[in-house]
């Protein structure tokens, strides 16, 4: 099994609205990652998470929060999101995590966010 | 900072050709480097992964090749379909940096 899910594929939140993107793996992995990719562009890394710690924050601002309850899931906890913040967000895992060899990185199909 | 540039950015050609992407990035203390496709609006499937110590992985047509020293890295695409169609993109280092992409459209 070499899948990533992501839960919803589609959300749409007003700017005051509270949400949460899921993301969920059983290969084993012990790093995941959340990136954001806009239109027409590569994406781009937010937060890393090795052994269940947070490694690596991209400047991300706290509006974006995210979470890892265990070495399977990872959350991203949106809060008071601005439109521009609407991209596709996607959740990749690794065998390993930053500041080593990561091994093949697996991604999820993405969730869809759009900000009214 | 590392920068990873690709290049042509798009690419249309008829089905039947054999193609070559090229990935350049400016750090070559890289521990791997991975091509992954992205289907519009969809995620990121991982094609290849060459670790630093190799030249080259092979996957039925395809075959990617690996330059550290000179920061290159190649796709070639033998004998293309209309099924490869999409955005090829190669990613680097342990944030994995992304390239900015080739978007390869194969007609019959």
């Known amino acids: 099994d070499t899948e990533v899910t992501q839960t919803p594929k589609h959300l749409v939140m007003g700017m005051t609205n509270k949400k949460s993107l899921k993301c969920e793996q059983h290969?084993?992995?012990?790093?995941m990652y959340w990136y954001k990719q806009k239109a027409k562009k590569p994406p781009e890394l937010m937060f890393v998470?090795?052994?269940?710690?947070?490694?690596i924050n991209e400047s991300v601002p706290s509006r974006f929060s995210p979470e890892c309850p265990n070495s399977s899931l990872l959350n991203l906890h949106l809060h008071a999101l601005q439109p521009e913040d609407s991209a596709l967000y996607l959740c990749?895992?690794?065998?390993?995590?930053?500041?080593?060899?990561?091994?093949?990185?697996?991604f999820g199909e993405g969730s869809r966010l759009t900000v009214l | 900072k590392q920068e990873v540039t690709q290049i042509p950015a798009a690419l249309s050609v008829p089905e039947g050709e054999n193609l070559v992407l090229n990935c350049s990035f400016t750090?070559?203390?890289?521990?791997?480097l991975q091509w992954f496709r992205q289907d519009p609006g969809k995620g990121l499937t991982s094609l290849l992964l060459?670790?630093?110590?190799?030249r080259e992985q092979t996957s039925g047509r395809l075959n990617a090749s690996l330059d550290k020293s000179s920061g290159r890295s190649t796709l070639y695409i033998a004998a293309s379909q209309p099924g490869d169609s999409a955005t090829y993109l190669c990613a680097v280092g342990d944030k994995l940096i992304f390239g900015t992409g080739t978007r390869l459209q194969v007609f019959p």
């Open positions: 750090d070559s203390a890289i521990y791997n």
């Open positions: 060459i670790q630093s110590s190799q």
């Open positions: 290969m084993g992995h012990r790093a």
């Open positions: 990749a895992s690794s065998q390993a995590g930053s500041g080593r060899n990561t091994g093949e990185l697996f």
């Open positions: 998470y090795s052994y269940e710690k947070l490694s």
